[in-house]
């Protein structure tokens, strides 16, 4: 870190200690995971940079832009629109959630089998730790599994949060509350910061957010090269990134990376030999720092070349219309871009089925690893549906369940290794 960021973290009131527990851990597994690489994109400088700075200089940029009246609003999920964020003049942090915290704070309150991202985001409350979240002066939560809408009930003891109700189906009943929600969404927001959304405003926002994803897309396409032109691991870190750094910045640098990955794949310059095993995951959510099961297939040969996950292609999929003459068409686009997303606790959800085989082929993915988080029930259940789709376009799928902590790794390892081998061989 470029500067000394104790004082501000002690007025974020941050648990000191623990937190530079967690910054140890952060920078060792990054040296591993990461900087261990070879042939990393030059573009990747900037990234490296963000994640060097991760609890220094941007959140010295949001409590700079706090004290100048904007406000910092967290969230959990994809559903959750970062533009009405935007366009009362806000900032939008994604909470990540990605870090093992031990549980012997959360193990109070959370039944046993709870998954590790709720775990983790409560254990970030309790043990004072995230400046991003202890930043936001708002946190959005949303009613999508069971287990995330109660963890909310106890969360919202803790800090100011309001939580948008997300349906489980897309029937036209279903859109006509969820759009009836943005519609409280934005009240809350314009309460909160004392700005009007305005259309203008809101189409502003459209295009940034729009801009961002246009950017992820172009980065996505890249890596249907082979040889890969970088590494999966560096990719979902980006994807990452995105959830908290400033987006227009953000859009910038990527597609500075991109050019640089295009030259590549024109030169059939890669990070893996073409034969490395071509590898998609499907599934959970990585939010950050967890990279265990990415780290474990890379350093075993094999290539990722895309995430079906929230953090990847769901994610970035789709664009919002920015059509509209109305702050209310405006809002209905919103309401279409974000129920088209295919999360797991939708039902039926036979988009995401679909989006699977599609991302396989467009990738030219050798196989897909399903990464389901341990106790997460919406898509340890779909597992199986994505697993018959594949089998019928002749593609083998490795179920790994797992949570944050490392004991599992051996065992990951043992069976990541031995589903490697049965690519290469299919491939050879
Ligand atoms: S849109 S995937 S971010 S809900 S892993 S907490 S589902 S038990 S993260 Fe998610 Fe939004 Fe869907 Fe994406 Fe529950 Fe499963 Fe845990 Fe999960």
Not at 225 to 246: E, V
Request: glycine share 8%; with cysteine.
């Amino acid at each position: 870190m470029s500067a000394d960021y104790t004082t501000m973290w002690q007025e974020l009131g941050l648990d000191l200690e623990a937190h530079d527990g967690l910054l140890t851990v952060l920078g060792a597994a990054y040296e591993d995971v990461y900087l261990s690489q070879h042939d990393r994109p030059a573009g990747m400088s900037y990234f490296d940079f963000c994640v060097s700075e991760i609890h220094g200089l941007r959140v010295r940029e949001l409590m700079d832009a706090k004290a100048a009246g904007r406000k910092v609003v967290g969230s959990f999920c994809l559903y959750v629109p970062e533009e009405l964020i935007l366009a009362v003049n806000g900032i939008s942090v994604g909470l990540c959630s990605g870090a093992d915290m031990g549980s012997a704070h959360s193990g109070r309150l959370l039944p046993k089998n709870t998954c590790a991202m709720i775990r983790s985001f409560v254990d970030f409350k309790l043990t004072k730790v995230c400046p991003y979240m202890e930043a936001s002066d708002l946190v959005i939560g949303e009613t999508t599994c069971d287990g995330k809408k109660k963890a909310y009930e106890l969360f919202g003891q803790l800090h100011s949060t309001f939580v948008l109700e997300v349906p489980h189906t897309k029937s036209p009943a279903a859109r006509a509350l969820f759009r009836s929600e943005l519609d409280r969404l934005v009240e809350r927001l314009e309460a909160l910061s004392e700005v009007t959304v305005t259309t203008e405003g809101l189409r502003a926002a459209i295009g940034t957010v729009n801009a961002k994803r246009a950017a992820l897309q172009r980065l996505a396409r890249l890596r249907a090269a082979n040889p890969a032109p970088i590494s999966g691991r560096d990719a979902l870190l980006i994807n990452q990134i995105q959830f908290y750094d400033d987006p227009v910045r953000f859009t910038g640098s990527l597609h500075t990376l991109c050019d640089e990955l295009d030259d590549r794949a024109k030169r059939g310059a890669g990070v893996t030999p073409p034969e490395a095993p071509r590898v998609l995951v499907s599934g959970c959510p990585m939010s950050a720092p967890n990279w265990k099961v990415p780290f474990l297939l890379e350093k075993n040969g094999g290539v990722i070349v895309g995430e079906e996950s929230c953090v990847g292609e769901r994610g970035t999929r789709n664009l919002v219309r920015d059509t509209g003459d109305s702050r209310a068409e405006l809002l209905d686009a919103l309401a279409d871009r974000y129920l088209g997303i295919d999360c797991a606790v939708f039902t039926p959800n036979e988009e995401r089925i679909d989006h699977v085989i599609e991302m396989a082929r467009d990738l030219r993915a050798d196989g897909v690893l399903h990464y389901v988080i341990q106790f997460c029930t919406p898509y340890s259940m779909e597992t199986h549906r994505v697993e018959e789709a594949l089998r019928a376009e002749g593609l083998p799928l490795l179920k790994l369940e797992t949570d944050y902590s490392m004991e599992d790794a051996g065992a990951l390892e043992t069976r990541i290794q031995a589903f490697l081998e049965m690519l290469a061989a299919r491939g050879a």
